[in-house]
């Protein structure tokens, strides 16, 4: 089971980091961090192979950074830059590979609630 966190309401600008912590090892797994919009479907932001492979969309591409910390089976999304379009609760998930084969998005959770202000 994983678990996010870390957000907040932050400027325009400003920087946040947000973990996203497993109840067992990851090691063997891929993990990706996806975002929901308000009124807009889920949407793929960072995903971070076992090997530590990493990929963004385009619209963070510079901005955010994902990183592993296997031996705290901790994953983070390390976002800079911050603009109100980035406003949206965040996920993590967690597959095979950078497309995160087998994961489950027929649920997800809680998540946490990034809100950048203008």
């Known amino acids: 089971q994983l678990q996010a966190s870390g957000g907040g309401l932050v400027q325009a600008g400003g920087s946040l980091r947000l973990s996203c912590a497993a109840s067992?090892?990851?090691?063997?797994?891929?993990i990706g961090w996806y975002r929901q919009a308000p009124g807009k479907q889920h949407a793929l932001v960072a995903t971070?192979?076992?090997?530590?492979?990493?990929n963004y969309a385009d619209s963070v591409r510079g901005r955010f950074t994902i990183s592993r910390e296997d031996a705290k089976n901790t994953v983070y999304l390390q976002m800079n830059a911050l603009q109100p379009e980035d406003t949206a609760v965040y996920y993590c998930?967690?597959?095979?590979?950078?497309?995160?084969?087998?994961?489950?998005?027929?649920?997800w959770g809680q998540g946490t609630l990034v809100t950048v202000s203008s």
């Open positions: 998930k967690r597959g095979f590979g950078l497309l995160l084969h087998g994961a489950d998005f027929g649920s």
């Open positions: 067992g090892s990851i090691r063997r797994y891929a």
């Open positions: 971070i192979s076992n090997g530590g492979s990493t």
